[in-house]
């Protein structure tokens, strides 16, 4: 009951009626990005050995980082340029998206290195 995404899941509804009433160019980049976000972390979520025992070296750290974040950078680039607010150069640069979003995960799993562990969850490397 006390979840955090327990509201946006009881209120889903509304996400979808925002969704439906995008242009057809930001839904397809809503769904290109939500299916790769959602396979991947599929990925993450049949892996008894990640659900046990976390993350265990920097490139599966990486992985990881890239569906929970690099994806969200990529799929905001890919908005800010069709929403004519982003230079479309930057679609030619993903490396730049990427790294946008792989910092802002880092940033929030740094943050909440603490509170993850005492709940039991592993996202800082064993590696390093």
């Known amino acids: 009951p006390e979840e955090k995404d327990r509201e946006l ?6 996400v979808v009626e925002e969704f439906k009433q ?38 599966a750290y990486e992985l990881y980082c890239h569906y929970v974040a690099g994806l969200v950078g990529e799929g905001l680039t890919r908005m800010f340029v069709e929403s004519n607010f982003g230079n479309p150069a930057l ?7 990427e790294s946008m979003g792989q910092f802002l995960q880092k940033t929030n799993i740094i943050r909440d290195v603490r509170e993850d562990f005492d709940d039991g969850r592993k996202f800082w490397p064993r590696e390093i």
Do not use: S, W
Not at 91 to 97: A, I, N, S
């Open 9 to 14: 899941l009881v209120n889903f509804k509304v």
């Open 91 to 97: 679609l030619d640069r993903p490396h730049l998206h």
């Open 22 to 59: 995008q242009k057809p160019e930001y839904k397809a980049i809503i769904k290109d990005i939500c299916n790769k976000m959602g396979n991947g972390m599929a990925d993450y979520c049949l892996n008894a050995e990640f659900n046990e025992k976390g993350v265990d070296t920097v490139a």
